[in-house]
Every structure is written in C-alpha cells, then in structure tokens.
C-alpha cells in the first residue's frame, strides 16, 4: 500500500472545520432543547457543510482523522464554555450589610 501524502495544511483545514462542525453542532442542539424550529433548521444544515469537507478530508489519509477529534474537541468545549460559562457567586452573602 503506498503511503499518501500528509498536507498540514491539510490537517489544519480538518482541525478548524470539525472545531466548527463541533460549535454549531452545539448551537443546533440548544435551539432544538429551546424548541425554535428555524434556527435549529438552519443550524442542521450548516452542520451538515462543514461536517462533509472534514469526512472528505481525512477519508484519503487516516491520520486526519486525528486532527478531526482535536477539532471536535476543541469547538464543543468553547463554545459550551461561551453558552454556559458556569456560575457566578456574590461578593457577599445574601442578607449581609452592603459594604
């Protein structure tokens, strides 16, 4: 079997489209769970864009397939961490004279 070329450029383009894929695939799943039918529509099909240039990409050599999980991790995790940054606590307690 004949070794295939590895671009990095190449890996690069996978990593930032399933980064990509990733983030709108969470947006998409945000406005089903909030029931808004367009958004989720037009969420699905830009999902379904973006995830076709990364299955095309890293079909031809294995190794994209890598740089295909780092990108999915990496979009899933920002953009989470953009939609629900995590709690936010008072400066002082509830009842508590102001300062």
Not at 10 to 24: K, R, S
Not at 26 to 37: P, Q
């Amino acid at each position: 079997m004949p070794a295939l070329p590895f671009d990095p450029l190449i890996a690069a383009a996978v990593m930032a489209a399933t980064a990509c894929t990733d983030a709108v695939y969470v947006m998409f799943t945000n406005a089903v769970v909030k029931r808004k039918r367009l958004p989720a529509a037009s969420w699905s099909s830009i999902w379904y864009l973006l995830s076709s240039f990364a299955v095309i990409s890293y079909t031809n050599h294995w190794v994209y397939v890598l740089f295909a999980a780092a990108g999915s991790f990496i979009g899933a995790y920002a953009t989470i961490s953009i939609l629900h940054p995590g709690p936010t606590y008072p400066t002082q307690p509830p009842g508590s004279a102001p300062l």
